[in-house]
C-alpha cells in the first residue's frame, strides 16, 4: 500500500505559493497543462481542511462541533475565526 503525500501549496525553496502546471487523468493517461491556481481551500493545513470538512459534516453547528471535538464553544468558533481570517487572505491572491 502506497502512502499518499499532502498536496503541497508552498515552494520550499522561498515559501512562495505555487501553482500547478499540469493534471493527468489516471485512467487513460490523458495530460491537461497551464498555469492554474490552487484554490484557497486547498492551501490550509490538514488540520484546518479536517476542521472545514468537520463543519460542513455538522451542518455548519459550531455547538455540535464543539461537543464532537471536546472543546469549547468559543475555541471552536476562535479556530474557525482563524481560517475565515486566512481565507481572506488567500482570497486577495486568487
Do not use: W
Request: aromatic residues 8%.
Amino acid at each position: 500500500m502506497s502512502v499518499k503525500k499532502n498536496f503541497p501549496t508552498t515552494c520550499p525553496s522561498c515559501g512562495g505559493v505555487l501553482s500547478v502546471k499540469s493534471l493527468q487523468c489516471a485512467e487513460c493517461q490523458t495530460t491537461v497543462q497551464g498555469d492554474f491556481a490552487i484554490h484557497p481551500l486547498l492551501r490550509l493545513s490538514a488540520d484546518e481542511q479536517q476542521f472545514v470538512h468537520a463543519f460542513i459534516m455538522c451542518s455548519g453547528s459550531l455547538k455540535q462541533m464543539a461537543v464532537d471535538m471536546g472543546l469549547s464553544y468559543p475555541t471552536v468558533r476562535n479556530i474557525l475565526d482563524n481560517i475565515i481570517e486566512k481565507l481572506n487572505s488567500y482570497e486577495e491572491n486568487f
